[in-house]
């Protein structure tokens, strides 16, 4: 019946005609493999009637079974060592697979058998059921060492090695695997042997042996054999990512390679690695290299107890590298070799005489102008020490105290005083000595806002730079409990900014008392949180998390309605900025929270500050889903908020997705489809997301997107548009931007708001003159920064309330991003005591990806060569130009030692 259903719809004339069709297919299969057989050579059917009369003697008695065995292994043997095309002798023996699969179960002898299974599992190779007999007949084979049956067939075995594992572990109840890895650990140096570093890493990691690689890597191979493994983090779940790294750690020491070891422990953000590299480092010069590199991390430990028998001399210069005292000199250096010493003026950033005329003049009022200068002199002048409008002013008669006040911070009013004051501290930034003795005379103001802007700004000075007299915590902490809100503002917003990443507890035991002092006003509680944040960013405190979770708790559903609650979850999340699980039982008693729209939101921010940077793929997953939810505000019990927690998902997209490239251009591809579908929640999120993704990363589809949210209906969503741009192209000096946000202030030059926001934008994108990156990854893209991130997000969470922070008195919140500037350097030493700056030849080019490349390919193109110190842009590379010095890192990137190379001959 099946067989005439199947048909019915057939006639009788074209059943025929199938049929007729078959009969010659069969014909022509018939001829080819006669032609087949008649176009071999004479060699070739010697070979073959030869292999056949070997299958044929399989019939006989055990003695004539092993020679005949025997002369098959070594035929297959000898066509396969150098195997190009599929070789003559499995080709010939292959129809005859299942006859030598029977003989084998009749041999009775082990010798024999052994050889019977080195031939079944060769000709397994050829067949294409899933039954894993090359595999399953090698394991009862012989001993003989594996490269004697050719790459190919090792490749093969490989592959069923994996699958035969998995389906082992997974059974239920388990069986063992003792046999198939002591397979492995005769692959694993196969592999090493011939330049198949990548099959051997895929190998060990499909049976979970990493250790073997260590084993038997040799020097040659350690760097092809770590880039690979680095390349698959993204790509492999916790805590397989972790143990990725720590292989490549344990492989980087065993050739004491301590650089690259030393950028592995800062990967893996283990203090006690971290200190261990460094410690069982016993050369001098490579050891100063590694403390450019903790500086650059902003890690800082006490030598005295790391280093107990080390020379006092030697401690001294090592803490000096690590303060990052060296960072103000360096910086100024390379201005000088740009010539960029000149300050510039905010007229220099608008260029106001470019704007097209035939509009009316800017109706912006007179305060939100200077207060806009204010911000945009700070940024351009970073790092600079001097300008012309703050610190260059002549000084007006004094006020109480006998301090004396410059004329420009009388232009501004209240909060413009504090922004005004508080820029000192941006201009004056990495300069300890002369900076704080050029605020000094602020903090004596009778003025609060002035004084309060003093004290932020001697916290901005001491970021990023470590002084073992610790002036930012004597001068700052007697106001941290001061009587007027605003000098304690100053000086919680200040101690955060200085001592971020220190992990410091006397001063996280300080900003406490003023955490839970009930006269603390929201702000001040709110920015004693972020600073808490800042200070013990990915360290998970656990004092610190109980006091912010018991703040959350005990706040009144009014209070939880203001942006400052979110700036106390942000707090919690920097805690455990990418510890991943380790912020699951903190996540488990936000449930106290009665607010629910309030908790789910705390809960998304916790999340993904938890994975920060890491790329994980499941993460990314949930917020989407979150984003995927419809609020309905039409619906019964709806109350405002209920969907801020969609913003932070936004947010949370980028934060999980900025580790590698790939997920950053899914993300963007995401955020394409949030915008055209996504609540107006998410539609203003996702330009603050976009500059999370891209900062300091002008990339023109990004620019484009961007520019299309500058014109938006939606207010929120073109201020963070705008700010969005800047930050995108912070610190390049970028035309197009430049272009773009001169238009954009003639197009609202009568919207005051919108017209801060495009001069704040023109301020970042100027930052150091062009000399200074925001961006939070830095050695190649390979390491993020805690502290970088802990700035930008606390800007990124203002922004989400752009009205109530930015735009109204909190835009002091701006100066966070100090915490990610850094200067886009590269600065060479010569290996000597006083480390010398040395002034040497680089080329300078775009990065390219060598992962999995044969011998030592070029990693830079379109190379540009200068002498150091030189300006590095995203995504680009450099190395030394001449083999006059050898650098002590592989990574030319920030500061690095260089010493001479004694086998350099110069050119006659």
Excluded at 367 to 390: E, I, M, P
Aim: aromatic share 6%; net charge negative; hydrophobic share 40%.
């Amino acid at each position: 019946m099946g067989k005439e259903d199947t048909n019915a719809g057939d006639s009788p004339n074209e059943t025929a005609a199938m049929d007729v069709d078959a009969e010659p297919k069969k014909e022509e299969k018939k001829k080819d493999v006669e032609l087949a057989e008649a176009e071999l050579s004479e060699e070739d059917q010697a070979l073959k009637e030869k292999l056949e009369g070997f299958v044929d003697a399989l019939q006989g008695s055990d003695e004539s079974r092993k020679d005949a065995l025997e002369e098959m292994r070594t035929a297959i043997c000898a066509s396969t060592s150098t195997m190009t095309s599929v070789p003559k002798p499995l080709k010939f023996l292959r129809p005859h697979f299942t006859t030598i699969k029977e003989v084998f179960k009749k041999i009775s002898d082990l010798d024999t058998k052994a050889i019977a299974s080195d031939v079944v599992s060769l000709l397994a190779m050829t067949q294409e059921d899933e039954s894993r007999d090359c595999l399953h007949f090698r394991l009862t084979g012989s001993d003989k060492a594996i490269d004697t049956w050719g790459h190919e067939y090792v490749r093969h075995l490989s592959g069923e090695i994996a699958i035969e594992f998995n389906e082992r572990i997974t059974a239920n109840p388990p069986v063992k695997t003792d046999d198939i890895l002591a397979l492995t650990e005769r692959i694993v140096p196969y592999y090493m042997q011939h330049n198949a570093e990548a099959d051997a890493c895929d190998l060990t990691m499909e049976v979970d042996r990493l250790e073997l690689l260590v084993q038997y890597v040799d020097k040659k191979a350690s760097q092809r054999v770590c880039l690979y493994l680095l390349s698959c983090v993204p790509f492999v779940p916790e805590p397989q990512d972790s143990n990725l790294k720590k292989v490549c750690l344990d492989i980087f020491l065993k050739f004491d390679n301590y650089p690259q070891a030393m950028q592995m422990a800062l990967k893996l953000n283990n203090m006690d690695l971290i200190q261990s590299t460094f410690v069982n480092c016993t050369d001098k010069s490579i050891r100063r290299q590694l403390a450019f590199m903790l500086a650059r991390q902003q890690i800082v430990f006490d030598l005295t107890e790391v280093l107990p028998d080390e020379d006092y001399d030697e401690v001294e210069v090592l803490t000096q590298i690590m303060s990052n005292m060296k960072l103000n000199e360096s910086f100024l250096a390379l201005a000088r070799e740009l010539d960029i010493m000149e300050p510039k003026t905010p007229e220099d950033v608008y260029k106001t005489h470019l704007e097209s005329s035939g509009r009316s003049a800017p109706s912006i009022d007179s305060a939100r102008a200077n207060l806009a200068s204010t911000y945009v002199n700070a940024f351009v002048n970073a790092g600079f020490g001097q300008d012309k409008l703050v610190l260059s002013t002549p000084a007006a008669a004094g006020s109480a105290g006998g301090a004396e006040q410059p004329k420009w911070i009388h232009r501004n009013k209240g909060h413009g005083q504090f922004g005004a004051a508080a820029s000192l501290g941006l201009i004056l930034m990495w300069d300890i000595d002369d900076g704080l003795q050029k605020i000094d005379k602020y903090s004596y103001s009778a003025v609060h806002d002035i004084k309060g802007g003093a004290l932020l700004a001697i916290g901005m000075v001491n970021a990023g730079v470590t002084d073992e007299n610790d002036p930012a915590l004597a001068l700052l902490s007697e106001y941290v409990e001061h009587s007027n809100m605003i000098l304690r503002l100053g000086a919680v917003s200040g101690l955060g900014l200085a001592y971020a990443g220190s992990d410091r507890e006397d001063v996280s035991a300080l900003l406490l008392s003023a955490l839970v002092d009930p006269k603390s006003s929201n702000d001040v509680v709110a920015h004693t949180a972020v600073a808490l944040g800042q200070i013990h960013v990915g360290t998970c405190n656990g004092d610190v998390s109980e006091a912010l979770v018991t703040l959350l708790e005990e706040r009144s559903e009014k209070e939880l309605a203001t942006p400052h609650s979110k700036m106390i979850v942000l707090g919690l999340g920097l805690l455990y900025l990418g510890k991943q699980q380790e912020a699951e039982v903190t996540m488990q008693s936000l449930v106290t929270i009665s607010n629910q729209s309030f908790q789910k939101m705390a809960k998304t921010l916790l999340d993904t500050c938890a994975y920060a940077g890491t790329g994980n793929v499941l993460k990314i997953q949930e917020l989407l889903h979150a984003c995927s939810e419809h609020v309905d505000p039409d619906a019964e019990g709806y109350a405002e908020g209920d969907a801020n927690f969609q913003a932070f998902a936004t947010l949370g997209l980028a934060l999980v997705a900025m580790g590698e490239d790939t997920g950053t251009d899914m993300a963007m591809r995401m955020f394409n489809h949030l915008l055209r579908y996504g609540e107006p929640v998410i539609r203003r999120a996702v330009p603050l997301a976009i500059a999370l993704l891209c900062t300091s990363n002008p990339k023109l589809p990004v620019l484009d997107t961007l520019s299309k949210l500058s014109h938006d209906a939606d207010a929120a969503t073109v201020h963070n548009a705008i700010l969005a741009i800047g930050l995108v192209g912070a610190g390049t000096n970028h035309a197009r931007i430049a272009n773009t946000l001169r238009m954009l202030a003639q197009y609202y030059n009568k919207d005051a708001n919108a017209l801060f926001m495009v001069r704040i934008a023109q301020g970042i994108v100027h930052a150091g003159k062009g000399s200074i990156s925001l961006s939070p990854f830095h050695t190649d893209r390979s390491l993020m920064s805690n502290v970088a991130i802990s700035g930008l997000l606390s800007v990124m969470v203002a922004a989400l309330d752009m009205e109530a922070t930015v735009l109204g008195s909190g835009h002091h919140v701006l100066f966070h991003l100090c915490l990610a500037m850094h200067p886009r350097i590269l600065c060479t030493f010569m290996d000597d005591d006083e480390l010398t700056p040395l002034n040497t030849s680089v080329r300078v080019g775009q990065a390219v990806d060598v992962v999995g490349q044969a011998g030592n390919p070029n990693t830079i193109t379109g190379f540009v060569t200068n002498n150091t110190p030189v300006l590095l842009g995203h995504g680009e590379r450099a190395q030394l130009a001449t083999d006059e010095f050898l650098p002590l890192t592989p990574l030319l990137e920030g500061f690095v030692i260089v010493k001479k190379n004694p086998d350099f001959e110069p050119l006659k």
